[in-house]
């Protein structure tokens, strides 16, 4: 298994004050910033573009940018992103007209290939495509908001996920998004999970530190 990451959802921060809420995080023990890209769309919200992104690289941000992007078309996007500094750029297949073209898009500019999964998005998208992704993201909520409750039945989807990575002999990283709080990422991580995104289980906390540190705890305890 992969060192586990940590990867604060942006899109639960205080966007007035960006920056300081970033360098926060990644100084309270984060390993990774996470972008939820919507475009009143694909999904029913808007939020960011790739400004915010190269904003953030501009601000000294070095750490990796992990954007998972609920756009439709997604093709046009991922160059700006690629740009803008990101590192890993993640997208839907239902979203693109040719899911093995938009990952070798990913990959030409710069970036780690990942494909997301929503609840009810079956795992066969990945019989031809996983050995080409450095991320495979399953969504543990439906996306398009914030808050939301973890989905149980996404439990058995990671295990099976995590069967057909380690098959592979890849370092394919399974990141789960949705709910993730510190009650239930350990059971998250027992079930295979190596990056865990959480936007107000730790933006909503008082003490980022704290919050992040019995995260830790939970997925250690977990093995």
Known sequence: MLKPLIAPSILSADFARLGDEVNAVLAAGADVVH???????????LTIGPLVCEALRKHGITAPL??????????????????????YISFHPEASEHVDR?????????CKPGLVLNPATPLDYLEYTLPKLDLLLLMSVNPGFGGQKFIPSVLDKVRAARKLIDATGKSIRLEVDGGVKVDNIGEIARAGADMFVAGSAIFGAKDYKATISAMRGEIA???
């Open 35 to 45: 972008f939820d890209v919507m475009d009143n769309h694909y999904v029913p919200n």
């Open 66 to 87: 992990d954007v998972h992007l609920m756009v439709k078309p997604v093709d046009r996007i991922i160059p700006d992103f690629a740009k803008a500094g990101a590192t």
């Open 221 to 223: 305890g977990a093995k």
């Open 102 to 110: 938009t990952i070798e898009l990913i990959r030409e500019n710069g």
